[in-house]
């Protein structure tokens, strides 16, 4: 192909994806439409799991597909979001609302447990070290569900490209309006110290820096520098 070919093919494809782009679908996903938002959020948090997995790469990402699989049913779908452009699912995010009822956090609890479970059971491929290891950075996750009145955004992903695109602000616009819906008074996430770019999405979209952790459990998330907790309040 010369040159004036390629960049007429490239000016096409950059307007079909625009046009794609502007017709933007954010809803929770369909059951079937889960695996692509689980890989999604894998090869978006990439670093975090190699680090976790290391040689194992693939084999987490089929662990994770595969408990997805197992343990969410229709009615925890609404804990996800989609975003769709065209028949692309290109970003997503897992939500855990929070009006923490008993019965609520011990749901929690047995799902948290499961998981744990579930991944102390591919040890003999794992190795018991980072089988372990694993479990317990998801304990971070456990102890941050006992905020109240929120809605905490466990995972935001937008598929790698198609960053800086204004994908990220679209879906926090519509995690304000499920939660605005659901009368929670503010939405609250835990974010990576090193992680500009979500950082900078965060302060632009209205959430404050809160607190700076810097906890032990954080290390084997990748997270040496500690995590910043933000916070956007809904005042009605
Ligand atoms: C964070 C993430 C969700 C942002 O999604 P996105 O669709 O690119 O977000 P947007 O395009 O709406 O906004 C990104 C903003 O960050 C800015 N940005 C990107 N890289 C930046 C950098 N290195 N320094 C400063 N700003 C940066 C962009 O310019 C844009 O701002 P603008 O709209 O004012 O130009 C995406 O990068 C992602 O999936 N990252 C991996 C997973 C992750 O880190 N998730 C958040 C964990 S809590």
């Keep these: 192909m010369d040159y004036e070919n390629f960049f007429f093919y490239r000016c096409v ?11 933007l ?14 890989e999604i959020i894998y090869s978006a948090f990439k670093g975090e799991f190699r680090y976790i ?3 194992y790469f693939d084999f987490g990402e089929k662990i994770l597909i595969s408990f997805y ?6 009615e925890d779908l609404e804990n996800f979001l989609i975003v769709k452009a065209g028949k692309k699912i290109i970003a997503t995010a897992n939500l855990d609302f929070k009006n923490p009822t008993f019965a609520r956090l011990l749901k929690f609890l047995l799902h948290f447990l499961k998981l744990n479970v579930h991944f102390l059971r591919a040890a003999p491929i794992l190795g018991i070290k980072r089988a372990i290891r694993i479990t317990m950075s ?19 992903a937008v598929s790698p ?24 008074r503010s ?10 770019p979500a950082r900078y999405l965060y302060k632009k979209t209205g959430f404050s820096e809160e607190r700076h952790f810097s906890n032990i459990m ?17 005042p009605y």
């Design 13 to 23: 494809f950059f307007v079909v994806i625009k046009v794609l782009l502007m017709k």
């Design 218 to 234: 954080l290390k084997y998330l990748n997270a040496i520098d500690g995590v910043f907790a933000m916070q956007k309040p809904l």
């Design 69 to 74: 699989k197992k343990t969410i049913k229709e």
């Design 138 to 156: 998801m304990y971070w996750f456990f102890i941050e569900n006992f905020r109240r009145n929120s809605c905490y955004i466990n995972l935001l």
């Design 187 to 196: 939405i609250t996430l835990d974010v990576c110290f090193g992680d500009i």
């Design 25 to 38: 679908e954010i809803r929770p996903p369909k059951m079937h439409e889960l695996k692509r938002a689980i």
């Design 53 to 55: 997995f290391g040689k």
């Design 161 to 184: 490209g198609f960053h800086n695109r204004g994908i990220g602000t679209k879906l926090i616009q519509a995690i304000e309006k499920v939660t605005r819906e659901k009368r929670l």
